[in-house]
Every structure is written in structure tokens, then in C-alpha cells.
């Protein structure tokens, strides 16, 4: 399985972006066997929990500081999972990783955990300046 996240850049706070994710997968590891979630890190602090979706898509979870503002969206035909980020602040400056969690693990779909996700995508930069 490989991640490409995509859709960083630069944007005032208040402005919008929207990153994208694209997967890809052998024939037995198909998108929507997994759960996905959006994590952000800025440097010296740990990988913070953003957003999840379930592998249908009917369900979403999001950490208290985005709810309202992000939102996370998933098109299992076209194999991408999207994160809608609107009125951004200067505290959402970060490198936004997209995450895999096979979703017959065990583990809940709604995981904040990192331990729980099984693959990463590289990291997309997102700087909101003021």
C-alpha cells in the first residue's frame, strides 16, 4: 500500500485548502478494506490526531480543535480520502499526514492512536500565516 498526500501550501489564516490523498493497493489490499485518517505534526511535538472516516465513508471523527472547521471525505471508487480545511488558523500550521487502518484489525475506526494506523503518506507542509 502507498499514500501520495497532496494540497499543501502557504494561506492566510481564515482562508481555505484541501488536501488530498491517493492509494494505492494491491487486489487483496483494496481501499475500502481500510479506515483513514489525517494526523498533523509541527516540529519538537509529537503526531496529533486530526481527523478519521470509516472504510464506507458514514462515519467521521475529528480531534475537538478542527470539528466544525475540517472536513474529512473519502471517494472509494476513485481511491482518495480528502481533508476540507476551512477558516484556518496560525495554530493549524503543521505537516499533515494521511494514515491507513485496515479495518479488519480489531481496532476502532475511529482510532487517534498512531500505533493503530498501518501505513503513512509522506507528509504535505500547510502553513497559515496571519
Known amino acids: 500500500v502507498q499514500l501520495q498526500a497532496s494540497g499543501g501550501g502557504l494561506a492566510q489564516a481564515g482562508a481555505s485548502l484541501r488536501l488530498s490523498c491517493a492509494f494505492s493497493?494491491?487486489?487483496?489490499?483494496?481501499?475500502?478494506?481500510?479506515?483513514m485518517g489525517w494526523f498533523r505534526q509541527t516540529p519538537g511535538k509529537e503526531r496529533e490526531f486530526v481527523a478519521a472516516?470509516?472504510?464506507?465513508?458514514?462515519?467521521?471523527y475529528y480531534t475537538e480543535s478542527t470539528e466544525g472547521r475540517f472536513t474529512i471525505s473519502r471517494d472509494n471508487a476513485g481511491n482518495t480520502v480528502n481533508l476540507q480545511m476551512n477558516n484556518l488558523k496560525r495554530e493549524d500550521t503543521a505537516v499533515y499526514y494521511c494514515?491507513?487502518?485496515?479495518?479488519?484489525?480489531?481496532?476502532?475506526?475511529?482510532?487517534?492512536?498512531?500505533?493503530?494506523?498501518?501505513?503513512w503518506g509522506q507528509g504535505t507542509q500547510v502553513t497559515v500565516s496571519s
Open positions: 494514515a491507513a487502518q485496515w479495518a479488519g484489525s480489531g481496532t476502532t475506526w475511529y482510532e487517534r492512536r498512531e500505533s493503530a494506523y498501518d501505513y
Open positions: 493497493g494491491r487486489a487483496y489490499s483494496t481501499f475500502n478494506m481500510f479506515h
Open positions: 472516516i470509516e472504510w464506507d465513508g458514514s462515519r467521521t
